[in-house]
């Protein structure tokens, strides 16, 4: 199969690319740009249109295995294409854990078997994500893990996390950290600050996530592990992790999109929809983490989706399950980034294609020739509004509703098959 | 946002959820209506009919035997039907009907109005925002974050002493932190235009950002209490003791209970006031409680009236229409 993806901008931020031409596609892979005598089995017309990598997500739920009335790797995947990812990890905590090789063959089968994205399973640093015994990550590694961690369990035991550390440096695996201290979030629903105090909710202090970024940094040190912080939420957090980079350790941290739009204030009078882990903090910590994302601190923007059932989100404020549906909005509110001033263009798309890809190590988010064909092509000026009933996830859980998106997908190609034609 | 739900499009009471986001015209409404109900429990007949053929469900999701006991009281008196549905014990809560299946039930039976008390913050927004159009819905106390009645019946023992809130000083203590009784003073208070609110209590019971309430804050209570034309005391609940919130009962009785020697610190005339049921030793001395400036028990009597005034503003029945209804 011969694809000509035809007059379109092509921005590919890992060559420093960005200019208009073609982008030639033969069996699964990139064969060039402009190529004259390139004779295509289809065309796609991308005139007006911008020509990039397929997109990273290093952090999206599929809830299969386990729950799959909120979402499947069947459907998830099929928002994943619609929102221009064609590659997602998925955390440990499905049910049962990701702990085990079969587990992961599990996964791997089903998506090879139904998935329209790429999946990435990343396996948990200790047995049932418990916290006490590590797991057989050789085992998991040959299995496909392509990074460990104890998704948002932290763990509370520092030697167990040394050791899991030490072990998982020495077979050259990447972990990815969710800081949070658990005594100071314990019961916590939201950021502690002037909402919790006034809505009578428990709050979870901007510190739960500082103390565990600077004693998770500590280790990753000593244990010489590669490692990413998943989903910064507060200004100290980004201080530490920028410290750490100018002392050459080889950190790196995303954001989830939310947090680059909504704060604490969003949770207004009791807006289930705005209960997310970790929560949404204030305008301060928002501006540092679009400051963090400008100069380079922050590699990398994920959706953190998290699809639910209505039901999960149809109760008073405490009962209700923490998350946003994010695979659609992903790549709408990363370019309004670009409308706010915050990034240039080809830097916004490099935190959805080479910031994550490097994080992980992934061979991905390139239209390098040779490369595989993960294409994303998309309308910049194409406006829409979030509606629920629109939605390809499973999950119609987002606080972005009613807001007015620009920028929408048309075409998505995974290994050069069209996954998506919008 | 809260006033939206709360009010009708012509401002009138619908709901009665939290005190945040409601002026001083409401609140002052609430107060003023109320007085004539005042002595309605001293005639010999101790009904008016203004809800006659209303019908109250009080669902009670946490226990609670004076609130649910005065709620009742209020109805009753106005003539309505009443229904206790206690669910915390109730089979319901035990087989796992979701909170919606419930509403929706007690809507097939054409209930009026909801009196909610719930141990989570936000229930009774939540209830609200589900109901059928016609029904009313009013917050008993809903986990941390409010209990609107409590403290409108407090603001009415307030000015029956005290006449205007704008000369007054006035200090609530002890657990700030988890008291809904509390976040709705402070709302009231500052709505209803106190010159001063202060908060005292140790840190582990204050919320850091109390002071965006607009409340000044004190850790010791000396300095707290100084000229202060009200003492508010707050229920110390048996399970802070433990941890690390506090040491001990007998500390804290120590450092924040009300003694009459700390109390001769604020105003002469000051009152002295709790929402019940009080932990005697532990937040407030007995000399205190049963002392002559303790208007505990009044408050009691109190609550009824304002009910009474909340429950048939929010059903659309004002006092002073009594004849026509009737």
């Given amino acids: 199969m011969r694809i000509v993806i035809r007059g379109g901008r092509l921005v590919d931020p890992a060559n420093g690319v960005d200019r208009s031409g073609d982008l030639c596609i033969a069996d699964g892979r990139i064969a060039g740009f402009d190529l004259a005598d390139f004779p295509a089995d289809h065309t796609i017309d991308a005139t007006g249109r911008i020509v990039c990598p397929g997109l990273i997500d290093l952090r999206a739920h599929t809830r299969e295995p386990g729950q799959e009335y909120k ?4 459907s998830e995947t099929r928002a994943a294409a619609a929102g221009g990812i064609t590659t997602l990890c998925l955390p440990p905590d499905t049910a049962p854990v990701i702990d085990s090789p079969a587990v992961v063959d599990l996964v791997n089968r089903i998506a090879d078997e139904k998935g329209r994205a790429r999946l990435h399973v990343i396996g948990a640093l200790t047995q049932g994500l418990q916290g006490e015994q590590i797991t057989e990550m050789h085992a998991l590694k040959e299995a496909g893990c392509i990074a460990m961690s104890n998704a948002k369990q932290p763990l509370a035991n520092t030697l167990v996390l040394r050791r ?3 072990y998982a440096a020495s077979l050259g695996l990447p972990i990815v ?6 005594w100071l979030a314990a019961g916590g629903l939201i950021h502690e600050g002037m909402v919790s105090t006034r809505l009578g909710l428990p709050g979870i202090p901007a510190c739960a996530e500082t103390i565990a970024v600077g004693r998770d940094l500590l280790l990753v040190e000593q244990a010489g592990v590669r490692a990413h912080f998943g989903q910064l939420s507060t200004a100290a957090s980004v201080e530490l992790i920028a410290e750490a980079q100018a002392r050459g350790i080889p950190v790196t941290a995303d954001v989830a999109i939310h947090q680059l739009y909504l704060t604490e204030l969003d949770v207004g009078h009791f807006n289930a929809l705005c209960h997310v882990r970790p929560p949404l903090r204030m305008q ?4 540092a983490l679009r400051a963090a994302l400008a100069d380079g601190v922050i590699s990398a923007v994920c959706s953190d989706h998290a699809p639910h059932d209505a039901d999960a989100k149809l109760a008073p404020f405490p009962a209700t399950e923490p998350g946003i549906s994010g695979l659609e909005t992903l790549l709408p509110l990363t370019l309004r980034l670009v409308d706010e001033g915050v990034l240039p263009l080809s830097e916004a798309i490099g935190k959805l294609t080479t910031g994550p890809a490097k994080a992980l190590g992934l061979d991905a988010g390139t239209l390098s020739v040779g490369a595989v064909a993960d294409v994303c092509v998309f309308d910049p000026e194409a406006c829409w509004t979030v509606d629920a009933d629109r939605l390809q996830s499973r999950g119609k859980n987002t606080p972005f509703i009613g807001w007015e998106m620009k920028g929408r997908v048309t075409h998505t190609l995974l290994e050069g098959d069209l996954v998506y034609e919008g | 946002m809260g006033d939206k739900l709360q009010l009708d499009p012509q401002g009138r009471l619908r709901h009665f959820l939290t005190i945040e986001g409601l002026g001083r015209g409401v609140l002052t409404e609430i107060l003023d209506n109320a007085e ?6 001293g005639q010999g007949v101790k009904k008016v009919p203004l809800l006659r053929g209303k019908t109250i469900a009080n669902l009670f999701f946490e226990s609670s035997t004076r609130t649910r006991t005065t709620f009742e ?7 309505a039907d009443v229904l206790n549905i206690n669910i915390a014990t109730s089979a319901s809560a035990t087989k796992g009907e979701s909170l919606l299946d419930m509403l929706r039930n007690l809507e097939a039976m054409h209930c009026d109005m909801f009196v909610v008390r719930h141990a989570e913050s936000g229930a009774a927004h939540f209830i609200a925002t589900h109901v059928a159009p016609h029904v009313s819905v009013i917050n008993a106390g809903d986990g941390r974050h409010a209990h ?3 403290a409108m019946l407090d603001m009415f023992t307030i000015r029956r002493h005290k006449g205007e809130f704008h000369n007054l000083r006035v200090a609530i203590v002890g657990d700030i932190m988890h008291s809904r ?6 709302h009231a208070l500052t709505t209803l235009g106190a010159a001063e609110v202060r908060v005292i209590g140790p840190k582990t019971l204050i919320p850091p950002a109390v002071g965006t309430l607009g409340v000044h804050v004190f850790h010791d209570m000396r300095e707290g209490l100084r000229d202060v034309d009200v003492v508010i005391m707050l229920r110390l609940q048996r399970e802070r003791m433990a941890g690390s919130l506090l040491p001990s009962a007998q500390e804290y009785f120590q450092l924040y209970g009300l003694t009459q020697k700390k109390l001769a610190l604020a105003d002469p005339n000051a009152i002295v006031m709790h929402p019940g049921p009080i932990n005697r030793g532990v937040e407030i001395a007995s000399e205190v409680a049963d002392g002559p400036q303790s208007v505990i028990l009044e408050q009691v009597s109190n609550g009824i009236a304002v009910r009474m005034a909340v429950m048939s503003m929010a059903l659309g029945r004002q006092p002073g229409r009594t004849e026509e209804e009737a």
């Fill in chain 2, 148 to 150: 609107p009645t409590q």
């Fill in chain 1, 284 to 287: 301060r910590d928002l501006e």
């Fill in chain 2, 181 to 186: 009784v509390a976040r709705s003073q402070i």
């Fill in chain 1, 164 to 166: 899991s550390l030490e």
């Fill in chain 2, 73 to 79: 009281l209020a109805a009753k008196r106005l003539s």
């Fill in chain 1, 177 to 182: 950290l969710h800081a949070e201290d658990p």
């Fill in chain 1, 71 to 74: 979402g499947t790797i069947a």
């Fill in chain 2, 36 to 41: 004539p109900f005042a002595g309605v429990g």
